[in-house]
């Protein structure tokens, strides 16, 4: 069965310092998206991508957090500088056209900034 | 706004005892709804959908009625299993080619 791989799959890092996460969605898959779920939390939305382009990132903290997806295969997110409040589940998901059947999401990264 | 409620956890059972978890959405227009869940450290999996008024999603056991009006998708199973232990979260997609609400999921554990 396809999936969905992200890495690292768990990262420390120290605040201020900078930490970077990739995602390779399933193949075809032209929609990706990257949530952040806190502890005990629903994930939510940081950004979305179709191909290339990033559709929404309208709650994405540009001050700090950035992503790209160059070819419009994988994509990476990064955040530069980390805060202790950046510490979360950092999951990625693909689907193939709108969402009528779901995300696949991956496994995520689970980050800790100490 | 579109939003999801979720009864809230942790909910504890015994193995074989019957499963409701509580889901409703506010939405404009006729959302899809979802249920996934979420085994510790994992990402989460689809566990089922439903994409219209009445019709039912069912998986592993796990069933849930889209229910118009009553704002519902409530999570049943009819036996539980340790296995079962997990994160359920309930889910909407307003329209197509929109994004996906979650609820803040409803922790699930099962005793032997």
């Known amino acids: 069965e396809a999936e969905v791989a992200q890495s690292p799959r768990y990262k420390i890092t120290e605040k201020s310092q900078a930490v970077a996460f990739w995602c390779d969605p399933i193949?075809?898959?032209?929609?990706l998206y990257w949530y952040r779920q806190i502890l005990g939390q629903g994930p939510e939305l940081l950004v979305q991508?179709?191909?290339?382009?990033?559709?929404?990132d309208s709650q994405l903290p540009k001050d700090r957090f950035s992503a790209e997806r160059l070819k419009g295969v994988d994509s990476t997110l990064k955040i530069q500088p980390a805060e202790l409040g950046d510490s979360a589940m950092y999951l990625c998901?693909?689907?193939?056209?709108?969402?009528?059947?779901?995300?696949?999401f991956g496994s995520g990264t689970r980050l800790t900034v100490v | 706004g579109n939003s999801v409620t979720q009864m809230e956890g942790p909910v504890t059972l015994s193995e074989e005892a019957f499963l409701t978890i509580n889901c409703t959405y506010t939405?404009?227009?006729?959302?899809?709804l979802f249920w996934y869940v979420q085994y510790p450290g994992e990402g989460l999996q689809l566990l089922l959908k439903?994409?219209?008024?009445?019709d039912k999603g069912s998986n592993k056991g796990f069933e849930a009625t889209y229910r118009k009006e009553t704002t519902s998708f409530h999570l049943e199973k009819g036996s539980v299993q340790v296995s079962d232990s997990a994160v359920y979260f309930c889910?909407?997609?307003?329209?197509?080619?929109?994004?996906?609400?979650f609820g803040p999921g409803t922790r699930l554990s099962v005793l032997p």
């Open positions: 998901a693909s689907s193939f056209a709108g969402t009528g059947n779901g995300y696949t």
């Open positions: 439903a994409t219209k008024a009445d």
């Open positions: 939405a404009t227009g006729y959302p899809s």
């Open positions: 193949s075809g898959h032209a929609t």
């Open positions: 991508f179709q191909d290339e382009s990033v559709v929404d």
């Open positions: 889910a909407l997609n307003p329209a197509y080619g929109q994004n996906f609400v």
